[in-house]
């Protein structure tokens, strides 16, 4: 079975640009998360889906980023316009629909580097 | 503010000897612990978690501690191998959010 998946694997950008990360959760999974770890800092949760539904976007830092979920199967996380404090590694994770003390599985990130 | 936090960022240990890597906690509301290992170039890991309610667990070659009373989470790895050699990561999960400390580079000498 598939893990999680994510695109791109990199991402070099210029200070007001936009980005969009994609994230594929692996199959049958309701449950989607956004995380990001900006250099030398803890990773932090950004949000989480459960199907197309946001359930907890309380980690979004700002107005310009924007997730969504249409299908309740991939995700894009928008970034509108970048700044260069955007720049670090964001994760998805999954994990199926139901309990909470569920694993989450982790994709291998989007290395996002705002110039 | 930070609930969860890691009291060394690096550990060195030589190959075959037992490691073992601390994390401090501060938030009692938790569900549960979770250690993550992150290698280069890929994402976190799941390794082992352990329950609020519960003091020890053991996996393969890994075995986590939890004391509630000091607030201290710790993960041992048995006969530490050079695959071994990550990025080791201490989480809390309240509800469906996870929480993570800062994170443990581990090398393994050969």
């Known amino acids: 079975e598939a893990g999680v998946t994510q695109f791109p694997s990199h991402s070099v950008i210029e200070k007001g640009q936009t980005v969009t990360l994609r994230c594929d959760p692996i199959?049958?999974?309701?449950?989607l998360y956004w995380y990001r770890r900006v250099m030398g800092k803890e990773i932090k949760f950004l949000l989480h889906?459960?199907?197309?539904?946001?359930?907890?976007e309380s980690g979004m830092p700002n107005n310009r980023f924007l997730a969504e979920r249409t299908g309740g199967t991939y995700s894009t996380l928008k970034v509108q316009p970048a700044e260069l404090e955007d720049s670090g590694v964001y994760f998805c994770?999954?994990?199926?629909?139901?309990?909470?003390?569920?694993?989450?599985?982790f994709g291998p990130g989007t290395r996002l580097l705002v110039l | 503010g930070e609930s969860v936090g890691l009291h060394l960022p690096t550990l060195s240990v030589q190959e075959g000897d037992n490691s073992i890597i601390n994390c401090a906690y501060s938030?009692?509301?938790?569900?549960?612990f979770i250690w993550y290992k992150q290698e280069s170039g890929k994402g976190p890991q799941f390794i082992i978690d352990?329950?609020?309610?519960?003091d020890k667990r053991q996996g393969q070659r890994v075995t986590v501690l939890l004391n509630k009373t000091v607030k201290h989470l710790s993960l041992q790895i048995a006969a530490t191998q050079p695959g071994d050699s990550a990025v080791y990561f201490c989480?809390?999960?309240?509800?469906?959010?996870?929480?993570f400390g800062a994170g443990t580079t581990v090398t393994v000498r050969a």
């Open positions: 938030n009692s509301a938790s569900d549960y």
């Open positions: 994770a999954s994990s199926q629909d139901g309990l909470k003390g569920e694993t989450q599985y």
């Open positions: 989480a809390e999960r309240r509800g469906y959010k996870l929480s």
């Open positions: 352990i329950r609020s309610n519960m």
């Open positions: 199959s049958g999974h309701d449950n």
């Open positions: 889906f459960v199907k197309e539904s946001k359930q907890d």
